[in-house]
C-alpha cells in the first residue's frame, strides 16, 4: 500500500476502484487543414454543448447552476470565440487554439490579482482538457460502476458527462477549494482531494483507492482488512446522511433555515430540498468573469429567475459585492496596497453610480414578482445606508418614468466590521433586517487576512470579541423588532449553531448541500433548550419574566458571567413585566426599582432588570410590591420601559440569580 497526503477542498471519506481521466497529449494529434481543424472544433463544441445540456435537464438545483457557467463559458467570446480567431488567423491544430485560448483567458484573470478570480483558472483548464478530449476523439466513456474519480485536471463538464450519481469521491492534482469542481464535489456530498502531485504516475486505472479528508490521505491498495472496514465505514456514513435527510424532512424549527446561492438556477427545487427562503444571493458572480457588465434585462432574469422559483418565499438578494478578493477586471478598479480595506461593497456601488442604479432598477422590477429583498454589503456608516436607500428612491422614479412595473422591497444591511456593530442600533432604525457576515467580521475584528497563507490558527470564527458582537448586533435589532440572520460560514458550522441560536439569531443561511444537516441539529438544539425552561420550572421556580433564556456564561457583564451573584441566567424580556418567581416574601426592593429579590422555601432569587440600570435612579421602573410582602408565584410585581432604558444606553436583560442564603 501507498499513502499520499493532499489538501482537501471538501470533507467526506470514500472507498472504491478508481476511474483515471487521462488527456492525450496533442504532441500525439495529427492536424488537417484549416478547415478540418475548424469542423473539428466546431463538432466538438456541439457534442459538449449537447451532453451538458442532456445532463442539466436531469440535475439538481445546485448542479444545474454550475452546468449553466460551464456552458456559458464554453460559448462565451472570451473562450470559444478567441479559439475560433486562432484557427482562422493561424496554422494551428484544434487543441492547439483551445489551449492558446485558455492561456489567455487565464492571463485576463491573472490582471485581477485576487486569489478567488485566479482559482477560476482551474476551471478553465479543465474545460480545456475536455474539450480536447473530444477533438482528439480521446474523451472518457461513462464507468459502469461507482468509482473515484481522478485526473491531472478536471472540469465540472466531464464529471456531469460522466454521471454524478457513479462519482464516490474525486481526486486532482491541481485544484482549489473554490473551484467550481469542488463546489459540485460539494453539492453531491462527496469528497474531493487536491494536489497530488505527479498523479498519473501514482494512480493507475482500476487501483483502489481510500480518500480521507481528516488527515487529507490517499491510500492506493490498501490490504483487504482495511478495505473491509473502509466500505464499512463508507456504508455507515451513507447511512447516517439518509437518516439526517429524513430527519430534516420532518423537523419543523423556530429558527428559519435559508440557502445561500451564487447564482439564479441554484433556486431551483430549493422549496423542495428544505430552505424556508434565500438568505444571500451572491449577485456579484453576475459581474464575474466576462469582459463587461451585465445588462439591466439580464439581471431582472436572474434575479426575477431565483424569486419564482421561491414561490413566495423570501428571497435576499446582496447588491454587488465588488472588490478585495473579487475583482472584474473589466471595472479597472484602482490598485490597491490593501484591496480588503478599499473599493469593495457599498463603497464600490456609492462610487459608480450608473452601475449601481442599473441593478437596483432590476431588483425593483424583479421584487414585483415574489418576495424580493435588498441587502447591502459591507456597510460601517450610516449615511451610506442613507445613500443607497435614496439610489433605490430614484431608482424607482425612473421605473415609473419608463411606465415598469416595479416594488419597492425591504432593504438591510449586513453587518461585517466592527464600524456597524457598534452602529448597530442606529442601523437598526432605518434597515429592515439584518445578515452578519461571519466570514468578513472575523477578518476585520481579528486584524487577519482571510486570504493570508499560515495564519490559520489566528482565525477564530468563536473568538469571544465575535460572540460579544454578535449578540450586540442581535439586541440592538430586536430593539426595533427587525430579526437577525447568519450567513456567513459560521451558520453552517455545528460547533456553532447553537451558540448562535441562544444568542437570539433568526435565521441561519448555508448552503443547499448543508440545509438538511442544519435544520436537524437546530430542531435538537431547539428541543434540548425548551426542556432546559421546562426544568427551571420544575426545580419550583417560574421565570420571571417572558422571553428567550440567555445562558450565564453569556451574559455581558462579568459580575453576573462570572457567578460572583451565584447561579444565574439571563432572559430577553418580551414586554418588561416581571412576575414573581416562587411563593414567598419580598426581602428587598433597590431604591433605584431596577432589583427586587424573594424569599421562600429556603431560597432567595433576585431578580435584576438591566445591566447597570441603577445609574437611571429609578427612571423607566414601576415596582408594585414592598419588602415584607407576601406574594404568589406569577403576581405581577414591577414593569419596566424598555424603550426608555434602552434610549438611555442600556441593556434591559433581565438576571435572574439564586443568591447564597446566611445560616
Not at 58 to 81: H, K, T, W
Not at 521 to 541: C, F, P, T
Not at 542 to 549: D, K, N, S, T, V
Request: hydrophobic fraction near 40%.
Amino acid at each position: 500500500m501507498k499513502r499520499y497526503e493532499c489538501k482537501t477542498a471538501q470533507s467526506g471519506f470514500a472507498a472504491g476502484r478508481v476511474y483515471l481521466i487521462r488527456h492525450k497529449d496533442t504532441g500525439e494529434y495529427r492536424r488537417t487543414d484549416r478547415e478540418g481543424e475548424r469542423s473539428r472544433l466546431e463538432k466538438a463544441v456541439e457534442e459538449m454543448n449537447r451532453k451538458l445540456e442532456a445532463e442539466k435537464e436531469q440535475a439538481g438545483p445546485s448542479d444545474a447552476g454550475l452546468i449553466e457557467a460551464e456552458l456559458l463559458l464554453l460559448n462565451g467570446e472570451e473562450f470559444l470565440g478567441e479559439a475560433e480567431r486562432s484557427l482562422r488567423e493561424e496554422n494551428i491544430s484544434a487543441p492547439e487554439a483551445v489551449n492558446r485560448a485558455a492561456d489567455k483567458l487565464c492571463g485576463m484573470l491573472r490582471e485581477s490579482g485576487a486569489e478567488y478570480i485566479l482559482e477560476r483558472c482551474e476551471d478553465v483548464r479543465g474545460l480545456a482538457a475536455g474539450l480536447n478530449g473530444l477533438i482528439m476523439e480521446n474523451a472518457p466513456a461513462a464507468p459502469k460502476e461507482p468509482c473515484i474519480l481522478a485526473g491531472s485536471q478536471l472540469s465540472p463538464g466531464e464529471l456531469m458527462m460522466i454521471g454524478t450519481d457513479r462519482i464516490l469521491g474525486i481526486l486532482t492534482e491541481t485544484g482549489s477549494v473554490t473551484s467550481h469542481v469542488s463546489v459540485l464535489a460539494g453539492n453531491l456530498g462527496v469528497p474531493y482531494l487536491y494536489g497530488l502531485e505527479g498523479l498519473d504516475d501514482k494512480v493507475r486505472d482500476g487501483d483502489y483507492l481510500i480518500l480521507d479528508w481528516r488527515d487529507g490521505s490517499v491510500s492506493v491498495n490498501p490490504p483487504e482488512e482495511l478495505i473491509s472496514e473502509a466500505e464499512e465505514r463508507q456504508a455507515a456514513e451513507r447511512r447516517a446522511r439518509e437518516e439526517e435527510r429524513r430527519r430534516a424532512a420532518a423537523a419543523t424549527t423556530r429558527t428559519a433555515i435559508f440557502a445561500n446561492i451564487s447564482r439564479a438556477e441554484e433556486a431551483d427545487g430549493l422549496p423542495e430540498a428544505g430552505a424556508d427562503g434565500i438568505g444571500l444571493f451572491r449577485s456579484e458572480f453576475l459581474f464575474l468573469d466576462r469582459t463587461e457588465a451585465p445588462s439591466e434585462e439580464e439581471q431582472f432574469e436572474a434575479y426575477s429567475h431565483a424569486a419564482r422559483a421561491m414561490k413566495g418565499a423570501v428571497t435576499v438578494i446582496r447588491t454587488m459585492d465588488i472588490g478585495s478578493d473579487k475583482q472584474a477586471a473589466w471595472m479597472k478598479l484602482p490598485k490597491e496596497i490593501n484591496p480588503a480595506l478599499g473599493q469593495r461593497g457599498v463603497r464600490v456601488s456609492l462610487e459608480h453610480r450608473g452601475l449601481f442604479r442599473t441593478q437596483l432598477r432590476a431588483l425593483l422590477r424583479a421584487a414585483a414578482l415574489g418576495s424580493v429583498r435588498i441587502m447591502v454589503p459591507m456597510v460601517a456608516s450610516v449615511w451610506e445606508l442613507d445613500e443607497v436607500l435614496e439610489e433605490i428612491r430614484t431608482a424607482a422614479k425612473e421605473l415609473d418614468e419608463r411606465g415598469e412595473e416595479y416594488r419597492i422591497p425591504e432593504t438591510g444591511v449586513m453587518i461585517e466590521t466592527p464600524a456597524a456593530v457598534m452602529i448597530a442600533p442606529a442601523l437598526a432604525g432605518k434597515a429592515r433586517f439584518f445578515s452578519i457576515g461571519t466570514n468578513d467580521l472575523t477578518q476585520y475584528t481579528l486584524a487577519v487576512d482571510r486570504e493570508a497563507q499560515g495564519l490559520e490558527r489566528y482565525i477564530d470564527p468563536m473568538h469571544d470579541a465575535l460572540i460579544q458582537m454578535i449578540k450586540m448586533t442581535v439586541d440592538a435589532a430586536h430593539s426595533k423588532g427587525i430579526p437577525v440572520a447568519v450567513c456567513g460560514e459560521l451558520a453552517g458550522n455545528p460547533q456553532a449553531v447553537e451558540r448562535l441560536i441562544r444568542l437570539g439569531v433568526d435565521e441561519l443561511s448555508v448552503s443547499p448541500a448543508k440545509l438538511s444537516g442544519v435544520r436537524s441539529l437546530a430542531a435538537d438544539i431547539e428541543n434540548r433548550l425548551d426542556s432546559e425552561k421546562k426544568q427551571i420550572k420544575a426545580e419550583g421556580v417560574h421565570a420571571p419574566a417572558e422571553g428567550e433564556l440567555i445562558p450565564m456564561e453569556e451574559i455581558p457583564d462579568p459580575v453576573f458571567s462570572g457567578g460572583v451573584m451565584g447561579e444565574c441566567v439571563g432572559i430577553l424580556s418580551k414586554d418588561g413585566k416581571i412576575y414573581a418567581p416562587l411563593n414567598g416574601r419580598v426581602a428587598m426592593v433597590a431604591a433605584t426599582k431596577h432589583a427586587v429579590s424573594f424569599q421562600g422555601d429556603g431560597e432567595e432569587i433576585l431578580v435584576h432588570v438591566g445591566l447597570d440600570t441603577m445609574k437611571l435612579g429609578g427612571d423607566g421602573f414601576r415596582v408594585y410590591v414592598r419588602e415584607g410582602d407576601i406574594v404568589e408565584q406569577g403576581q405581577l410585581v414591577m414593569e419596566a420601559d424598555q424603550d426608555l432604558i434602552r434610549a438611555r444606553g442600556f441593556n434591559p436583560m433581565v438576571i435572574v440569580a439564586r443568591l447564597e442564603q446566611n445560616t
